[in-house]
């Protein structure tokens, strides 16, 4: 059996606020002045959305983000007609960060799609955590559960809301002011600070069935790989439950991301027969452009049958960092701003510096 992207939604809640207007939403914190400044001019992000208001009331929640996206996906679809052969039996959801640690996402996503008047029955859930690959991470079992024959249609959305936990009402950074003075950036204050300005809210989703669409294009997925190098790399980013610090490790992310991404990817090709040189285009998850060419380095230089530069696409300057939302929200641009032909393939590609797992989905567009 095979397993196809049929439909796409993403959602970003309230308007795009740029680089100016970020304090309006996530208030300010003591000190962060020079660190907000070196941070957007690194990243390359030009705007992002939030969801809250400007006195930091949340307009959604992680759950409603991921039912709106949804909700979008399924747009146009008469799920009570004959659009469907067969209900949607397989619901998988990935975040960093939900309000309740249980019931799990897609548990409590299945209550607020009821809720909604979109899923109003019984089936399977699945949900992930983690960092950046927990909606990938998704994505792969969803796939595993179609190409298995044990679900016909399924529902994948990754959904990230870290706001909630930025905030200058809710965070609490550490004032590490010894360190601060030695070496800021090593410092406990600044590994949660610049956070502030990198990550954003969104939530994307994929309709994954087994055969392509009737109409329009569908992404055929040949083939995953999924990675953890654990083993070998200390943990970079954690989101403390005790007290909801979010916090990350720059000198942890430069010294291990390089090679692992070579490892990774080399891994990739080798194990599915396949080669960088065969794909349109790579859509990489990417957490700031500072480390564009790191990746695009490393992409460039791997086997390929002829001289062609692989070629990749963001949106990120645009939409933000979304974490496990990022790769639905661009896949769901890309696929609605390209004239998608048949047989062209692209990769998804989605790194996670919380301990360094990696995720690479192949898709083949069929038309």
Known sequence: ????????????????????????????????????????????????????????????????????????????????GDALEAPISYLSAGSTHTPFNGPGLSSMLHGELQERGLLSHALEINSNAGICTSGAQALVNTFRAVRGNEHRFALCVGAEQPSAVLKSKALRPVYDLPQMFRDLRRSKWFMSIFLRFMLSDGAGAFLVQDRPAKTGPSFEITWTHSRSFAHEAPVCMQLDNKNAL????????????????????????????????????????????????????????????????????????TKGNTGSASIFIMLDEYARSHDLKDGERLLLFIPESGRFNFVLISLLVVR
């Not at 979010?246 to 692992?260: F, K, W």
């Open 1 to 80: 059996m095979s397993a196809f992207i049929t439909r796409t939604g993403a959602f970003l809640p309230g308007p795009p606020v740029d680089n100016d207007s970020i304090s309006d939403y996530m208030g300010s914190m003591l000190g962060e002045g020079k660190v907000r400044q070196s941070v957007l001019r690194a990243n390359g992000i030009q705007q992002r959305h939030y969801a809250l208001d400007r006195r930091q009331k949340a307009t959604h929640d992680v759950y409603q983000l991921a039912a709106l996206a949804i909700e979008n996906c399924l747009a146009g679809l008469n799920l009570e």
């Open 246 to 317: 979010l916090s990350q490790d720059i000198q942890i992310l430069t010294q291990y991301l390089g090679p692992c991404i070579k490892k990774v990817v080399t891994e990739a090709m080798e194990v599915n027969d396949d080669q960088l040189g065969n794909y349109k285009v790579i859509l990489p998850h990417l957490s700031s452009f500072i480390f564009r060419r790191i990746m695009l380095n490393i992409f460039r230089s791997a086997p390929q049958d002829d001289d062609r530069k692989i070629d990749y696409w963001t949106n990120l300057a």
